[in-house]
């Protein structure tokens, strides 16, 4: 793989339909289209073309023909797009047209690499980019769409340019002491990165609510066997994704079902009932039971209102947990279980279901923070963003100017780690730039 290389690749969904999009981007672009469509087009201008065979001339299609000359498009090189009528043997064609001119097949995401190589976006944007395609909810929409438009890279690379700054003054301190220059220049600098670090250590105690969007959630469904606890899966899906039977023990694996609720992708896990077994293969089940709700973001206890809260399922009642009263259609709900009021709820009928809709509903946005507009979005942001906070807390402490200095260059660079962009060439500008040393 070859940055100078030219490369294609499909667009659009593969298979037969109306329209296939083809994107073509390198520095041959212009020369490849040529030979494939003749005259160029007026860029930006959409444009109906027959395509010819390079070898033989014969047509392949009449498409629509887009040309975007560099640096001014998607990866900053000449780009092209093809709209072609989408049949398979047509994209085939095309293809092995473009291979002939010259051009190869992209690989995945390079196409996005170009243009963070060629600046037109930072990791983070092309992270959310990635987010924008895979997204399920509107919610997922929403965050990816921010984080593509540049909404973290604004938040860390305005801590980068603080931190530079900061950095470029620190050096500035220690190399061109004998320079007329403000005598505080390291206390400015120890200052200014523990008013950094703050903010960053507020940034990252999120509870982990972006990563949750982009994951989704994990609700696990606990309590004792025919509490009713495969009903009520069926009940909130709308199908019958669990088998129901009034036989103890029927689950004895995890049955999962997607939902959307309140725009967060959520996965309602059904348990294996909690109690003591001698079978071995539905004590296997009620281990899986209790793992599942012990990685859950969410765990609903199920009791059934026509029978006494069984002590397993009662050791689930903890802060947060969601605790339903099943069965109210054939007993009446008990006012309070493990000292929580239940919701009353009845899978068969469908009493109580949208109050617990809506219940769900409000603890995935709570628990996701649907209303944030720049919460971290994966593992890779919270250690960076927290290995900076610890050179941060060093360059606190430290006592020499040469371990400021350093602390604060490690910082930068985990910072730097966040976007892909970051040099000395960066803290030179702001040095002569600031003091105008050297004139």
């Known amino acids: 793989m070859s940055q100078q290389d030219t490369i294609f690749a499909l667009a ?24 494939l469509v003749g005259r160029l087009p007026e860029p930006r201008r959409a444009s109906l073309r027959r395509l010819r065979a390079p070898e033989t001339g014969e047509v392949i299609d009449q498409a629509l023909v887009l040309w975007f000359p560099g640096p001014g498009s998607y990866t900053g090189e000449d780009s092209a797009e093809l709209h072609l009528h989408a049949g398979p043997a047509i994209i085939a064609a095309v293809g092995q047209a473009l291979v002939t001119l010259g051009a190869r097949p992209a690989e ?66 220690i190399e061109f002491a004998e320079d007329d220059l403000p005598t505080d220049l390291g206390d400015r600098a120890r200052t200014g990165a523990a008013a950094l670090r703050t903010e960053i250590a507020a940034h990252l105690a999120d509870e982990g609510r972006g990563e949750r969007l982009r994951e989704g959630l994990v609700v696990a469904i606990l309590g004792a066997p ?33 939902l959307d609720l309140a725009g967060v992708p959520v996965t309602l896990a059904d348990t294996a009932g909690l109690r003591e077994s001698t079978d071995e293969i539905e004590q296997e089940g009620i281990r899986r039971a209790r793992r599942r709700a012990e990685e859950a973001d969410l765990v609903l206890a199920v009791f059934a209102a026509d029978m006494a809260p069984d002590a397993e399922t009662l050791a689930w009642v903890r802060p947060g947990a969601v605790v339903l009263a099943n069965k109210v259609d054939v007993a009446s709900a008990p006012g309070v ?25 409000a603890e995935a ?36 100017p040469e371990l400021v200095s350093e602390t604060l260059r490690a910082a930068l660079r985990a910072l730097g780690r966040l976007t892909g962009r970051v040099g000395v060439e960066d803290i030179l500008d702001i040095v002569f730039r600031d003091f105008c040393i050297g004139k």
């Open 337 to 361: 279980i493990g000292g929580v009021t239940p919701l009353a709820v009845s899978a068969r009928t469908g009493v109580g279901l949208a109050e617990l809709r809506a219940r769900l509903a």
């Open 226 to 258: 025919n509490a009713g606890k495969s009903s009520l899966l069926n009940a909130l899906a709308g199908r019958e994704a669990a088998i129901v039977s009034a036989r103890a023990g029927t689950t004895r694996d995890v049955v999962e079902v997607r």
């Open 12 to 35: 659009s969904g593969a298979g037969r339909g109306a329209v296939a999009v083809m994107r073509l981007s390198g520095s041959a672009g212009s020369t490849i289209l040529q030979g």
């Open 108 to 173: 995945p995401g390079e196409f996005t690499r170009r243009a963070f190589l060629n600046g037109r976006m930072d990791l983070t944007a092309a992270e959310g980019i990635a987010d924008l395609i895979s997204a399920e909810t509107e919610a997922q929409r929403r965050q990816a769409l921010r984080q593509a438009d540049g909404a973290l890279a604004r938040l860390y690379g305005g801590w980068a340019d603080r931190l530079a700054r900061l950095l470029a003054h620190q050096e500035a301190a």
């Open 365 to 400: 946005a709570r628990l996701a923070g649907t209303g944030d507009a720049t919460l971290l979005t994966r593992p890779r942001h919270r250690a960076a963003l927290s290995e900076a906070v610890a050179w941060l807390a060093e360059a606190e402490a430290a006592t020499l």
